[in-house]
Structure formats: C-alpha cells, structure tokens
C-alpha cells in the first residue's frame, strides 16, 4: 500500500487540507467547527470484543530504545478492545499494553481498525496502558533515528505492522460474535495504597525540589502525603440481560512497579486485570490508565520485586469492590463526540537544535532517540494533523478519551464539568505531545514539565475540549 492509503484516507486528506488554511494564530486553540456530536436512542445496540497478542520479540527495544531490550517474557502484551454496534457507524474502544503509539503511529491503527469495521477513524480510541517494559511505537521518530545510521529503533516497522495487522484481524473475527447490549452499568472503589503524586517535594516557592518516580527509596519522600491523586477505580460494564459482555477498568496511576530488566511484562495492572479475566472468562475485561502524567506508585512501592505482587492485589481487590458496586440501567442513550485540538509547540523547541543534538554522536542514545520524539512532534504540527478527543456518552456515563500524560488534574476537573454523570477517564491515547502539565505547574518546573512539549496554553485548549465532549445532551 501506499503511505496516502494507509495513513491519509480521503476523509482525512480533506480535514488535512481545511486544517492547512487555518491562520497560524489559531494553532493554539481549538480548531473551528471541530467538534462532532451524535446522539442516538437506541433499544439495538450490539458489542463485540477482541484481543490480540503484541508482545515483542527478543531484541526489541522497549521504552524507545533507552532501556534494555526484550531478554525475555514474564507475561504477555495484549491489545483489547470493544465494538459497539447499532449507534450509528461502529464504535471501536482498544487499549494496548505498551508505553505509547505516537503520532503517525497512531493515526495508523486508527484508520486501519476504522476499515476493518466500516467506520471513520475519529471513531476508534486507541489507549495504551503505558507499562515501559513494553514498546514505545512513532513510526516518525524511528525515521528520524535511522537516518543517523547508529541508533537502536524506537520500534521495529515490520514487528509494528505485525502487531496492527493482528488486531485488525482480531476485530473483524469479533464480529460475527456480537451480542446484544440491553444494560449498562457503573461501579467504583477506593483503591488501597497504590497512586500518589509525583510531584510532591517543593521549596517555599514551589519549585519541584525532587520527584517522587514510579519507585521511591528515599523515606523522606515515601513519608510524605499521597497528593493530588483519584482514588476511586471505576468500572463500566455491558449486560446481555443477566450475562455480563464486558467489564472495562480505569485508575490513575503510572502502572510500573520494575523495570528496565528486559523482561517483558504487563506489571501489576496487567497482572491484575488477568487474575480478574481468568476467573470471570465469560466477561472481557480490560483496563485502561487514567490521566496519571504526574501520579505514580512511588509512595508504596520501593522497587523491589515482591511490591509487584503486592500492588497487583490492591488493584484486583479494588476491581472486586467496584464490580460488587455496579448499578447497572437499560441503554436508552448512545452518543459519540469528538473535538480536534493542535496545541502550541514549547517555544523552547527548535528544529536545528534538536537534529543537531541527534546527529551528535557523542551523547548518549537516551539523549538522542529522545530528541527524535520532540522533532516528530514538530514535524506533526507542520503538517498540522490534529488530535483527536473523543467521549462516549451511555445514558448517565461518560468515557472520556484523552491523549498523552494528561496530568490527573484534567481527570478530576472532567468530573467536577459534568456533576450528574459518571465520568471515567483514559488517558496516554495519541502521546505526540509527551507530558500535559496543567497551566499552574509550568512554573514549578521539574521533570514532566521539562519534557513537556507544548506551551502552558494547552491547558486551555484541553479544559475547553473536555467540556464540549460532556455536553450531553
């Protein structure tokens, strides 16, 4: 196939070219008449699910080629998903255990999932669970890589593809076996000693001073309060009267216990979310990461091996708990939404000086695939390919589709917009943008912020996307 039928179908290749007369002020801002709303009343709706399996082979990079690569598997990767039927053009809903699908990458599975079912591409949401001993997929950074000739992939193209081509294939097997949908439900339970905030140490003027990672040993840090965090684990389900079709879990917090051994592995979400899905096979469950930029386990997690144990419990206790909560109501109402946003570049990154710090054969690899991520989202923005918000509204719930790693702050605000409805929330969608720190922390500065690359104008843009997709009518 050609690069234009793969990655630009003609639907797109129109949006492309509206979005290339948009004057360059409004770059910053959501894009004009963007948003897209449907609602249905529905007794006919149908869900299918899938699963297939991505777990690298031996020798491929993990986490974007700075950390050891696949020296073996202590569980698999896999991508899950759903497809909602009967809600006007299909409804597609996948998340992937891998660190992220960026960009090109992203768009890519989109469309080739969206042909597979007959729908668009701004009806597919694809999530990753973001574990890092797991791969971290822009097909635009890897050719930025290659073209230095020394540098490990970001991901192999061939394994990449692979894995696409089998999650096609895996959602077009499910649809022979769609079920009726008659009830929804919703639950949610605290989750006990799991997430806290990253960003917790701070001088008197509130200046990150130290993060607190997906592992802490320091105990200085370890004592200090959990943060900002969202303690409740949400799930939604799908009923076929009396049998339950599919559970899909959502928490916010950074899923990595250990890593960086080469091992291969889902961590403690993964572990839990299987412990769940081998004991209730007749139900499809899938988990998806919540907006956890700056929240992570290293409050209770120390980096040593049993803690993944440990906190792969917690999770599955609270998943129970939740499940045990469910209310569950007959579908009436069916909506889908999408807002298309092309947030500011840092002001900070410039193109010559980034490819100069690639092409220095003297930095580290970290210090020179990393850069590639940063040039392929300028590349993007160039090109102007937005990205794409989406929700999907079932009678009282609301799943909100959110990219990169939103901090939890644009979680928390999404529930406080819409009081009256259950909100749950997936974060690390399209990851172009890396880190999305709310307006405030840009000032605090550290890590996340350092890496961030857009402006502080993105928070703008995202509060006023999450709003219009839970205007529900």
């Not at 605290?190 to 001073?209: H, P, W």
């Not at 105990?219 to 559970?247: C, S």
């Not at 469950?285 to 792969?312: C, M, Q, W």
């Not at 690639?358 to 590349?379: D, G, Q």
Request: glycine share 6%; hydrophobic share 40%; with cysteine.
């Amino acid at each position: 196939m050609t690069k234009s039928n793969i990655f630009y179908p003609d639907q797109f290749q129109r949006r492309q070219f509206l979005h290339q007369s948009v004057a360059a002020a409004t770059i910053w801002s959501i894009i004009p008449n963007s948003l897209r709303s449907e609602l249905h009343e529905t007794n006919d709706l149908k869900l299918a699910s899938f699963s297939a399996d991505v777990t690298p082979p031996e020798g491929h990079p993990l986490c974007g080629g700075w950390i050891t690569p696949v020296v073996g598997v202590t569980d698999t990767l896999d991508a899950h998903g759903i497809v909602l039927l009967g809600a006007g053009k299909p409804i597609v809903i996948c998340a992937v255990d891998w660190t992220g699908i960026l960009n090109e990458s992203h768009v890519l599975w989109r469309t080739e999932i969206a042909k597979a079912v007959g729908t668009t591409p701004e009806r597919v949401a694809v999530h990753c669970v973001h574990q890092h001993n797991a791969p971290f997929a822009c097909l635009d950074a890897d050719r930025i890589t290659q073209a230095e000739g020394d540098l490990p992939h970001i991901v192999e193209p061939e394994y990449f593809h692979q894995c696409v081509s089998k999650v096609v294939a895996a959602v077009k097997g499910s649809l022979n076996k769609a079920k009726p949908v008659t009830h929804v439900g919703h639950g949610e339970s605290e989750v006990d000693r799991v997430a806290s905030n990253r960003r917790i140490y701070r001088d008197e003027n509130g200046v990150i001073k130290a993060m607190r990672g997906s592992s802490c040993k320091d105990p200085k840090l370890r004592a200090m309060t959990e943060g900002t965090i969202d303690r409740m684990l949400k799930v939604v389900t799908f009923h076929n009267n009396e049998e339950r079709l599919a559970t899909l879990h959502y928490y916010a917090t950074h899923p990595m216990s250990y890593y960086g051994d080469g091992l291969v592995s889902s961590d403690f979400v993964g572990i839990a979310r299987k412990r769940r899905q081998e004991e209730d096979s007749g139900c499809h469950h899938i988990y998806f990461t919540g907006a956890s930029g700056n929240v992570s386990a290293g409050k209770y997690n120390d980096g040593s091996k049993p803690v993944r144990a440990e906190l792969a419990d917690r999770m599955y206790q609270a998943m129970l708990k939740a499940e045990e909560a469910v209310v569950k109501t007959p579908v009436s109402k069916v909506g889908w939404r999408t807002v298309e946003i092309l947030p500011a570049a840092r002001n900070t990154l410039v193109k010559d000086v980034i490819q100069s710090g690639i092409s220095n054969k003297s930095n580290s690899v970290v210090n020179r695939n990393r850069p590639s991520y940063m040039l392929a989202w300028l590349n993007r923005l160039e090109k102007k390919i937005p990205i794409v918000l989406s929700s999907l509204a079932l009678n009282d719930i609301s799943l909100l589709h959110l990219p990169a790693e939103s901090f939890v702050e644009y979680q928390l605000r999404a529930q406080k917009m819409a009081k009256d409805r259950f909100v749950a929330t997936a974060a690390y969608g399209d990851g172009g943008p890396w880190y999305i720190p709310i307006k405030e922390e840009y000032p605090a500065q550290g890590y996340e912020v350092r890496v961030a690359f857009c402006e502080p104008t993105v928070d703008d843009v995202m509060t006023e996307g999450i709003s219009k997709l839970l205007e529900v009518k």
